[in-house]
């Protein structure tokens, strides 16, 4: 069964940065698409990072683009958002999820339908 664990939220000021960590396990292979989503309160989920099973490819929400890094390491399963820059706008749970499309796995994917494994979020507050 797999599993998708977040860790490295938490409360930051305007201007700062974290990084979140997403560990899979359950796998039976290491060719998969993962990718970031973001929830506010009262607003649907969005996509925010996305990352192709090698890393060649990684499409970004606009709003993030040149903020926000994603990297993987394929070795430890483990996928990586390194948000900077951050504003108040940033501020949601962040979910970690895996496609087992083979479209998404080859040039990732933005759609939420097809990430077919979800973490159970980490919360990102960022206080102006």
């Known amino acids: 069964q797999v599993q998708l664990v977040e860790s490295g939220g938490g409360s930051v000021q305007a201007g700062g940065s974290l990084r979140l960590s997403c560990a899979a396990s359950?796998?039976?292979?290491?060719?998969?698409?993962m990718a970031w989503f973001r929830q506010a309160p009262g607003k649907e989920r969005e996509f925010v990072g996305g990352i192709s099973w090698n890393g060649a490819y990684t499409p970004y929400k606009d709003s993030v683009k040149g903020r926000f890094i994603i990297s993987r390491d394929r070795d430890q399963n483990t996928v990586y958002l390194e948000m900077r820059g951050l504003k108040p706008e940033d501020t949601a749970v962040y979910y970690c999820a895996l496609s087992s499309d083979y479209d998404c796995a080859r040039v990732g994917c933005q759609a939420t339908s097809l990430y077919h494994y979800w973490g159970q979020g980490t919360q990102v507050t960022v206080s102006s």
């Open positions: 359950g796998l039976t292979s290491v060719g998969n698409a």
